[in-house]
T-cell receptor, first 115, second 112 residues
Framework: ETGVTQSPTHLIKTRGQQVTLRCSSQ?????VSWYQQALGQGPQFIFQ???????GRGNFPPRFSGLQFPNYSSELNVNALELDDSALYLC??????????????FGPGTRLTVT | KQEVTQIPAALSVPEGENLVLNCSFT??????LQWFRQDPGKGLTSLLL?????REQTSGRLNASLDKSSGRSTLYIAASQPGDSATYLC???????????FGGGTRVLVKP
């Protein structure tokens, strides 16, 4: 059983640019959630995708958007990057959204630096 | 709005001592609570998940308790080792909603 993978590992972008981060969910998982973790803080929920539909969103502006594909992999897109977007972006997958299936398994993260 | 707090923010103990990490949450209407370990610059490793109907979970040297009514969970790590040095995060999933709400973490250093 393969775990959650994310790419790229590190990324440096300039303010105003756009970025796409990728996540492959664990085998057998159909739900992907994205989190942003600023340095020294706990992760903050961005949004979740379940069977290719957005299934909940945190307090992030519309320039944060996502996709989920038929194989349940996912992308996080951020437009008009700001310095405060510098963070570790974590992807998590789970078997479903019901309470019994909700243990989330996290990937290694993508470290985004905006200069 | 659910708020999760972890105190202390940092902890240093000599090898062999038992670790006690605390997590509190403001809204007791949760589905479950999960404890994670995070090494510097890395992703999160799930340690234990406690469903809202459970009081505790155990895995090896780790034991986590949950008191939903008082909004508290405690993670115990027995006989700490230098390899236990990491940041430990707790997160709750609320009964309404699909997200995990995390605490700020406790950074643990176990000295040889």
């Amino acid at each position: 059983e393969t775990g959650v993978t994310q790419s790229p590992t590190h990324l440096i972008k300039t303010r105003g640019q756009q970025v796409t981060l990728r996540c492959s969910s664990q085998s057998g998982h159909n739900t992907v959630s994205w989190y942003q973790q600023a340095l020294g803080q706990g992760p903050q929920f961005i949004f979740q995708y379940y069977r290719e539909e957005e299934n909940g969103r945190g307090n992030f502006p519309p320039r944060f958007s996502g996709l989920q594909f038929p194989n349940y992999s996912s992308e996080l897109n951020v437009n008009a990057l700001e310095l405060d977007d510098s963070a570790l972006y974590l992807c998590a997958s789970s078997r479903g959204t019901g309470a019994a299936n909700y243990e989330q398994y996290f990937g290694p993260g993508t470290r985004l630096t905006v200069t | 709005k659910q708020e999760v707090t972890q105190i202390p923010a940092a902890l240093s103990v000599p090898e062999g001592e038992n670790l006690v990490l605390n997590c509190s949450f403001t809204d007791s209407a949760i589905y479950n609570l999960q404890w994670f370990r995070q090494d510097p610059g890395k992703g999160l490793t799930s340690l234990l998940l406690i469903q809202s109907s459970q009081r505790e979970q155990t895995s090896g040297r780790l034991n986590a308790s949950l008191d939903k009514s008082s909004g508290r969970s405690t993670l115990y790590i027995a006989a700490s080792q230098p390899g236990d040095s990491a940041t430990y995060l707790c997160a709750v999933r609320e009964a309404a909603g699909n997200k995990l709400t995390f605490g700020g973490g406790t950074r643990v250093l176990v000295k040889p």
